[in-house]
């Protein structure tokens, strides 16, 4: 097949990775609505997991597949990056939907826990792994601790809440919804493999850096869920489970890691950071901290008595939205410089 024919079905494939995506946060919304089942709970837990699935297959193919424990590295951190950064479109494009929305404060300690797994990456790297400190020569101990921070994670979740009732024009039982959820969900995996491999021919085919396409054509696909999923959301004003998904899937993404680093005895110690060779690793922990404080500081601000539909809000907001954006373009720069430095 010529590259064209490639790139047309990369192109139909990720339509239909849109697609679903937003059928599953449509169905979402919908269970949020006929059930008592939290936000948090549907975005954070279940979408997360769901629109987090190209991530893990992705990742156990660069660790097992390729052997490359770089990429795994880079991909997740990137991910989780990228997927905070959305919230600088949605302030942007939503701020009048935000201010007649709701955000629980439970995405605090969402927020929290995915900083500490975050901050357990960070000591894998920079202490475990420097100093030898390994099980069986590559298993790193501080996945143990992500694997226990995510567990706590999903422990302190609210389950279920009490809800305004809402109009709902829906003739779906949640039976069906369930139902319908699951068949996309399987499509949505099926579609994310079938756009990774055909990810290796475009960029082989078009004669691309494998770099930079892998992580053009590749880092888009694998984002499209995340994405999809929380813009259709916000549309709906259904914003906490929008936080959900997003704060979800970074915490879910860095389990990949954990797991990646238990299938890494052929392959080698997975949290490697090196900074006189390439420090992007550590520029995404850093862009990641920042942006989720910066989130942190947001919301705090939405769920204030001085947020209203007002001048004043509207560029306080765009103010966080502005750095949400800026961090990332920072990263970008800095990633590309050139600049390496021993830590």
């Not at 006929?34 to 769901?50: C, D, H, N, P, W």
């Not at 420097?130 to 590559?138: A, D, K, P, T």
Request: aromatic residues 14%; charged residues 15%; proline residues 2%.
């Amino acid at each position: 097949m010529t590259p064209t024919g490639w790139l047309l079905i990369y192109l139909a494939l990720a339509a239909v990775v849109v697609f679903l995506a937003i059928k599953l946060s449509n169905y979402v919304d919908l269970l949020d609505k006929k059930t008592k089942l939290s936000g948090a709970l549907l975005g954070g837990i279940l979408l997360a997991a769901v629109t987090s699935l190209p991530e893990l297959f992705t990742s156990l193919t660069g660790t097992i597949g390729l052997g490359n424990n770089q990429l795994v590295l880079g991909n997740i951190m990137g991910s989780d990056f990228f997927d905070i950064i959305i919230f600088g479109v949605v302030y942007f494009l939503f701020f009048r939907k935000l201010t007649e929305g709701k955000v629980g404060k439970q995405h605090y300690y969402t927020m929290f826990f995915t900083l500490a797994m975050v901050v357990a990456v960070t000591v894998a790297a920079f202490v475990f792994n420097r100093q030898g400190w390994l099980i069986g020569g590559y298993f790193n101990p501080m996945s143990f601790a992500i694997i226990a921070i995510y567990i706590v994670s999903v422990w302190k979740t609210p389950k279920t809440e009490e809800k305004e009732k809402e109009e709902d024009k829906s003739k779906l039982t949640v039976k069906q919804i369930w139902i319908l959820f699951a068949i996309c969900s399987v499509l949505l995996i099926g579609a994310s493999i079938g756009v990774t491999y055909i990810t290796d021919e475009v960029v082989s085919g078009f004669g691309i850096g494998a770099t930079f396409g892998g992580s053009l054509f590749l880092g888009l696909a694998t984002s499209l869920p995340e994405v999809t999923a929380t813009i259709t959301l916000c549309k709906k004003k259904n914003f906490d489970a929008a936080y959900g998904d997003i704060f979800g899937s970074c915490a879910f993404n860095i389990i990949i890691l954990a797991i990646a680093d238990a299938l890494s005895f052929k392959t080698g110690p997975l949290y490697i950071i090196n900074t006189a060779v390439d420090p992007t690793p550590l520029y995404l922990i850093i862009g990641t901290v920042f942006a989720l404080l910066i989130v942190c500081a947001s919301i705090l601000f939405i769920r204030s008595k001085n947020f209203k539909n007002n001048v004043k809000s509207r560029i306080i907001l765009y103010v966080f939205a502005t750095l949400l954006i800026g961090s990332y373009i920072a990263y970008l720069v800095l990633s590309n410089a050139g600049i390496t430095f021993n830590l």
